[in-house]
């Protein structure tokens, strides 16, 4: 079976790519757009397709001009499975697939894509949250050091007196402590930003 | 208001959108008690499955869209509606700079397309944005016109919108067809020349409309009318003049179209956005459609006053905003 995949993220085009190794037989090629004359020369059974990618009207219009086009090519749903689709549709994954190929060899294709685009998603996900938490403790870390420096505080006092802040306005602890820090900026004439 | 969070509608980057990114950020969504989430996406096809799958309550569409969607044709069956029409206009055909040249540019394609098949050349490729959309209807329309079979002696493509432009300098493509600002962006950069707008071919045609599921609709009569409200104020709006500035640096947003603000200030004087003969979804609008449908064999023999009475709903409307 030949795969194509198209996703304008290299990252996660590789990620599946990855994934799809063992489905045997199986030929994987990725592409960050649409080329007709690459396709032709591939010959996909299946296109793999980011839903985030343009090129997805494209590849629908081929199979709208099928009768001069030689290679019909047609949106796997499969419908004995209903939720399938739907739960494609929810990873961001869409499928063509090239008349006469069974759904039963197609849905690991599809499956191993979901899996793997829900993967990237939490990766990027983590990716975000830990610089956030990063930044996060390095502001309470200049806010407790203003705070023990301004107030004469040890760094078990400055911390306390920042998390009864954050407890008494409701917000994190870094946002509490960023706001310290653009409030002292501004107050030794600094830029807030 | 739908207790799992905001409402979720899709848009693609086109000066049409207006009506849905005016009622998000002038606040007609608000004044509705609407709480909203817009979500740019990057093809039709990607607005069509989400709306049928639910991860959109509703979308800016291609009118024929909520067509072929109902009909089944080009995906799974899934019964839309069309409760609004959201603009007419906008769609023309841009022929590359080295066809038009001096005079009819018309006949100076038709010509050469003749001479390429005398010449056992290939043909020429021309693009819509979709194959359910006036678009591709005025696309064909036109060529035929000029004598021509759009099936058999151009080759058509579709490609997206954003990207015309570029495949136009590059001769990837000899011409398209698509909604503002793309003509306006291929005129600005020096690659083609407008020869024919929609309002001079078929001024009447609806071109975008919001859609949502008949199933949802039916679950959500309450939420719809205030949509429906929402979008026919925020059109209104986007139709006077006084508000045109503050409406191209608004649309011109990098989270919405992302284009230059001459280009779709040039888009925005070819559109209709308000009045009773625009928003109103009428079924002879959606026979029509169909008649263009099946005039490009996309459709069969489909009873099209039963189809145009399911799938456009004047009667949302008017129980959203009055007769």
């Known amino acids: ?193 | 208001m739908s207790p799992s969070g905001p409402l979720q509608l899709g848009f693609i980057p086109l000066v049409d959108a207006a009506p849905l990114i005016v009622a998000q950020e002038k606040g007609f969504f608000a004044a509705e008690g609407l709480a909203v989430s817009l979500s740019r996406e990057g093809s039709w096809a990607t607005i069509r499955d989400k709306v049928a799958a639910g991860a959109l309550d509703g979308a800016h569409m291609l009118a024929p869209m909520v067509l072929a969607a109902s009909l089944g044709i080009g995906s799974e069956p899934k019964a839309m509606i069309a409760p609004i029409a959201l603009n007419r206009g906008g769609a023309a055909v841009t022929l590359s700079s080295r066809l038009t040249g001096d005079g009819d540019a018309g006949a100076g394609l038709s010509h050469l397309v003749r001479r390429r098949q005398e010449e056992g050349a290939s043909p020429l490729t021309l693009a819509a944005v979709y194959p359910f959309s006036i678009h591709n209807y005025l696309l064909r329309h036109w060529l035929a016109g000029l004598g021509l079979n759009p099936d058999v002696d151009v080759r058509l493509t579709v490609v997206p919108p954003p990207r015309t432009a570029a495949l136009l300098g590059e001769g990837v493509i000899e011409g398209f067809c698509a909604g503002a600002p793309w003509n306006a962006v291929a005129e600005a950069a020096g690659v083609g020349q407008t020869v024919v707008r929609v309002t001079e071919v078929w001024p009447e045609a609806p071109d975008k409309v919001l859609g949502v599921t008949e199933f949802w609709a039916a679950a959500n009569p309450a939420i719809l009318q205030s949509l429906i409200r929402a979008l026919a104020r925020a059109g209104a709006w986007a139709a006077d003049p006084h508000n045109q500035p503050e409406l191209v640096a608004l649309l011109a947003r990098p989270e919405f179209l992302d284009a230059a603000p001459e280009a779709i200030a040039a888009g925005l004087a070819e559109i209709s956005f308000d009045g009773a003969a625009v928003n109103p979804p009428r079924r002879e609008q959606a026979a029509w459609l169909l008649e263009q449908m099946a005039r490009w064999g996309q459709i069969g023999e489909v009873a099209i006053d039963k189809v145009a009475e399911r799938t456009w709903r004047p009667d949302l409307y008017t129980a959203a905003l009055g007769g």
């Open chain 1, 1 to 193: 079976m030949r795969v194509l995949i198209i996703d304008p993220d290299p990252a996660r085009a590789a990620l599946v790519a990855e994934g799809l190794d063992g489905i045997d037989p199986l030929k994987v090629r990725v592409a960050a757009v649409f080329d007709e004359i690459d396709v032709t020369a591939f010959q996909p059974d299946v296109v793999v397709v980011a839903s985030e990618s343009p090129d997805r009207d494209t590849l629908e219009s081929l199979r709208e001009a099928s009768a001069v086009n030689p290679r019909p090519v047609v949106m796997f749903v499969d419908r004995s499975e209903p939720g399938l689709a739907e739960e494609a549709v929810r990873a961001g994954v869409a499928a063509y697939v090239v008349d006469g190929l069974s759904a039963a060899r197609v849905r690991p294709v599809l499956e191993v894509a979901m899996s793997r685009f829900h993967l990237m998603h939490q990766l990027r996900a983590d990716l975000a949250k830990a610089k956030a938490d990063l930044a996060s403790r390095k502001s309470v870390e200049r806010a407790k050091a203003l705070l023990m420096k301004e107030r004469d505080l040890d760094e078990e006092a400055a911390y306390r007196l920042l998390r009864k802040l954050s407890m008494d306005t409701g917000r994190p602890l870094g946002a509490v402590a960023a706001d310290l820090l653009a409030f002292a900026g501004v107050l030794k004439g600094g830029d807030p930003t």
